[in-house]
């Protein structure tokens, strides 16, 4: 989790453990293309974002949204204003989701209801979240990391107390003029680990590659071949977790070669997959 957050120069109060990952990235700071990691992700909207693509779908960007991003999913913002571009990330590691839950509470529950990726704080809500990033940001000596947790756990709680609320959240966009777009997702997904050509695509929608290469990106913000390898990857970390060798993996996520596997995924996930398997 930690070499995911490395990649990202010039973070400001960067909180770093083996537990989790708090982050807070200011106008100016460069923000990661296409990836995918192993940890819990929220996204705190501050400003400047303006499209949220996380998984196949695309989402709208307010100041103070949250936005809710499970373990070894492919996401990138596909528009947005550099100048003003403020938010929070906070990277969890499955470990401390287990930890800490009970039968009554899980606190990964705020990243499955379903249809709730995210949700835009109240005024009252807002300032309580910020309140306890801060918090943990200011935690130190005799049980610092006690009460790092401590802050963390309410905040998730929080969280999963606002997503109860069905006029807190809302869905994807849906845009009728993107169907086309979303049935070429649908495919791709369906025939991931076979070969995807330009050509096969074209003769099965029916649309010239040149069209179909514009539909996708302005739908997307991504192009076809980036998507397809981002969903290939997160597949290959996936199949990882579960003991699958990376020299194994390579040919059942639909890679060629190893070569071009291990470039794709050092370049998605921040580090090799040797170090990946090492790390989990």
Known sequence: MELFYRAQEGIDQCICSQRFTISHLKPGIKTLKIHVHDCYEIYY????????????????????DVFFI?????????????????????A???????RYSTPDTPLAGCFAVPDSR????????????????????KADGFGADLLEDLYLCEGLIMLSNCL????????????SSHTTAQAVLKYLNDHLTEELSLDRLSREFFLSPSYLCRLFKKYTGISINKYVAARRISLATTLMNN??????????????????FFKTFVDIVGTSPKNYMKYD
């Open 243 to 260: 003991g699958v060798s990376p020299s194994e993996v390579y040919e059942q996520v639909g890679f060629n070669n190893y070569n071009n």
């Open 70 to 90: 499970r373990p070894n999913e492919n996401h990138h913002i596909t528009q947005l204003d550099d100048i003003k571009h403020d938010r929070i990330n906070i």
């Open 164 to 175: 109860a609320n069905p006029d807190a959240r809302y869905r994807p966009r849906n845009d």
């Open 118 to 137: 995210v949700l835009n704080l109240s005024p009252e809500y807002q300032k309580r979240f910020e309140y306890l990033i801060q918090k943990i940001n």
């Open 45 to 64: 909207s501050i400003a400047g974002g303006k499209e949220f693509f996380i998984g196949d779908q695309y989402y709208d960007i307010r100041p103070h």
């Open 92 to 98: 969890i590691h499955s470990r401390f989701m287990e």
